[in-house]
């Protein structure tokens, strides 16, 4: 066996540890603390295997070396120091009697396991990425995009790295999961900035990466938006299944599940088939959330525990309801929803008060006056919406503006304040009413 370096010096554990910072910085990033790093420096004690693969990770990131376990023990043990090694180097003392493997068996086995290692990610990431996500879903309901956006697009680059290397067995399942609910939601958000076709290809991956899991429930709200993005595109591709049949196979996805989830597909599917005309199946859709809600189990599902966009509250309920009823041509009905709801967002916490659901709410309760004749209720209730910045108007408010252009009349047969909310309407579509 190779005899332990000698040195008066530092032991070579504690020059690897002194190349790697200071004993408070290397305490933070392995979870130790300042003392315990110390004692491993003196020789009093060892890391444990779970430290020794975060140190493998962190000689990687820091030093730019891939070690393998052994020539890290060898490390710690004292029987040879980094700049010892190189990468050709191997164990060549085989214990007695044994036969050396033959070098390229050796090699290709280093390699795997270097390769393991490299794929598994530090906790430390995964609990930052969590934490992370929890914070942009929420954010994403009460804040304006370029405040979230950025910041959600480098967490789906950081987790799609690992994903293209091929996370580690162990943490596969894990980080398919965190890909596949940032891409849910990066796929909302590409929805919100206008960005349809980016916003399809996003929920088609987050769906995808659902079911490789077998996730159910994220991989209907998955279908669930792909329904949601297909029904505001001006013109659907040839052979592209239409929003009413991703929302069926949602629900067949979903299979009867309770939760928040169901209640969403109930209420799309309620919009989508008022738009298409038939106003039985929206009935029939509005009523069926309605039992869902009531269904709703004590225990919060795991979409509703990160909360923010990937969660539906009352207000969120009855916004979503008031937009159904509307195109369903219930007005009355419509419009105690959009008033619900807008109380709801008006008197609840700020952290879930959704700036762009309160602003659909406002107009579709504006819509729902003028189709009843009553213009100044429509202009008083559209009047924040129409107020506010360009560009805050984003995609999802348009075919809201749409919708309350529509139910003003035609210009002929209106009268001063309908003309006037039209041309205001017809200026933030760049001078053409919608």
């Known amino acids: ?10 032991t070579p554990f504690a020059e690897l540890l002194d190349q790697l910072g200071t004993r408070r910085e290397l305490g933070r990033r392995l979870e130790v603390s300042p003392e315990s790093v110390g004692r491993w420096a003196r020789g009093g ?3 444990d295997a779970a430290n020794r693969r975060r140190l493998l990770q962190l000689v990687r990131d820091e030093l730019g070396r891939t070690l393998s376990p052994s020539q890290l023990a060898g490390i710690v043990e004292g029987r040879h ?6 990468p050709e180097h191997t164990e060549r003392h085989p214990p007695d009697g044994a036969t050396p493997p033959p070098v390229d068996l050796v090699t290709g086995a280093r390699l795997l396991t270097q390769r393991l290692h490299s794929r598994q990610v530090p906790e430390t990431s995964l609990e930052w990425y969590w934490d992370r996500l929890s914070l942009l879903c929420t954010e994403f309901v009460h804040l304006r995009p370029a405040a979230w956006f950025p910041r ?10 690992h994903l293209d290397e091929g996370a580690h067995p162990r943490q596969s399942g894990q980080v398919h999961l965190l890909g596949a609910l940032t891409g849910a939601v990066l796929a909302h958000g590409c929805h919100v900035m206008g960005r349809a076709e980016q916003a399809l290809v996003m929920a088609r991956m987050a769906q995808s990466l659902a079911e490789a899991i077998g996730h159910r429930e994220l991989a209907a709200w998955a279908l669930g938006t792909r329904a949601l993005v297909t029904d505001r595109l001006p013109r659907r591709p040839p052979h592209a299944p239409s929003a009413l049949t991703l929302i069926e196979q949602a629900q067949s996805v979903l299979g009867g599940r309770p939760g928040t989830g169901a209640v969403r597909l109930h209420l799309y599917r309620a919009a989508f088939a008022a738009r298409t005309g038939d106003t039985g199946l929206a009935l029939r859709s509005r009523i069926a959330a309605l039992r869902a809600r009531d269904r709703l189990p004590d225990e919060p599902g795991e979409l509703d525990v990160l909360g923010g966009i990937l969660t539906l509250g009352h207000a969120k309920h009855e916004a979503l309801a008031a937009s159904a009823l509307l195109a369903a041509g219930n007005h009355a009905d419509a419009a105690d929803a959009a008033r619900q709801a807008i109380t709801a967002y008006d008197h609840g916490p700020a952290h879930e008060r959704s700036w762009g659901d ?3 709410a406002r107009l579709d309760l504006a819509a729902a006056h003028a189709a009843r004749g009553d213009h100044d209720a429509a202009a008083h209730a559209a009047r924040p919406v129409l107020d506010l910045d360009e560009q805050d108007l984003l995609a999802p408010l348009l075919p809201a503006l749409h919708r309350l252009a529509h139910h003003l009349g035609t210009p002929t047969g209106e009268g001063r304040t309908a003309r006037e909310l039209r ?6 579509h760049g001078g053409r009413t919608p």
């Open 1 to 10: 066996m190779t005899p332990p370096v000698r040195d008066e010096g530092t």
């Open 45 to 47: 004690s060892r890391p």
């Open 81 to 86: 120091r980094l700049a010892d090694l190189t």
């Open 152 to 161: 959600l697009l480098e967490l789906w680059e950081l987790i799609r790295a």
């Open 358 to 360: 309160l602003a659909i």
């Open 423 to 428: 041309q205001e309407i017809a200026t933030l």
